[in-house]
């Protein structure tokens, strides 16, 4: 493994920033946005559901009709590199094939099957309580899909590559528009958020946060 070290972490974390202007002559290459896809890959969810799917948009007539629901993508939609849909799951309940997959892929016996899935059960139930309403549940799968997503923009930033994440859409217009061109099955899965990359074609303005007294506590 290459030595990494921290100073050379918190400069990527400095160097990170929202990215509302990208060059639009620089393109991602190939073999960089495989990594940033294979952090989502190996990015931890909720009980190993991994409940997400990412469908990277690059075809510009695609790109085209979201835009004008899209009011978060500050630039021209053309101008960013890569633009990154990020789906969830929906109604992963303890007792969906989706969660039983899950179980199968990591090999449990039927027996450590139906323990675990009980558990599932009493932990959407009566302990994070989703199973009253889809969106509670939705929500949960979509909760999972932006640690997905921190790691692709730090992964991104460590390698010196900008990126946006957007929340500013209209999910019920984007959730429609690329269902009807078949990119993914609305019953299945909806849109949890998106994700530019590309590379800033201008300076972005220096973070502002929190001192570290007002959002970090140590109980001892
Ligand atoms: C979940 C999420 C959604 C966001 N949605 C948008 C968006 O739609 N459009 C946009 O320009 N910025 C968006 N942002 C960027 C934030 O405004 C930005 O991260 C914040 O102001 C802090 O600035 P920094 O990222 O440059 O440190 C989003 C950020 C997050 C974490």
Not at 29 to 55: C, H, T
Not at 88 to 110: C, M
């Amino acid at each position: 493994m290459t030595e990494i070290n921290k100073q050379q972490v918190l400069d990527a974390f400095h160097f990170r920033a929202a990215c509302r202007n990208y060059d639009p002559e620089r393109k991602i290459p190939q073999q960089d946005m495989d990594y940033i896809l294979e952090l989502a890959r190996l990015s931890p969810s909720s009980v190993g559901s991994e409940p997400w799917k990412f469908i990277v948009l690059q075809n510009p007539k695609l790109r085209e009709k979201i835009a004008p629901v899209s009011w978060g993508i500050k630039h021209p939609i053309q101008e960013a590199s890569h633009l990154v849909i990020i789906l969830a799951k929906k109604n992963a309940r303890y007792d969906s094939e989706f969660l039983r997959n899950a179980l199968v892929q990591r090999g449990l016996t039927p027996e450590q099957m139906d323990a675990t899935i009980a558990r599932y059960k009493s932990f959407q139930q009566d302990d994070i309580k989703i199973l009253d309403s889809e969106r509670a549940l939705f929500d949960w799968c979509s909760k999972q899909t932006y640690i997905a997503l921190g790691n692709m923009m730090t992964g991104a930033a460590l390698i010196g590559i900008d990126s946006c994440p957007i929340e500013g859409f209209n999910y019920d217009e984007v959730n429609r528009i690329l269902a009807e061109e078949g990119i993914f099955d609305a019953n299945e899965y909806g849109v949890s958020c998106m994700v530019t990359f590309g590379y800033r074609n201008k300076d972005i303005k220096k973070k502002a946060r929190k001192p570290v007294e007002q959002v970090i506590e140590w109980v001892k």
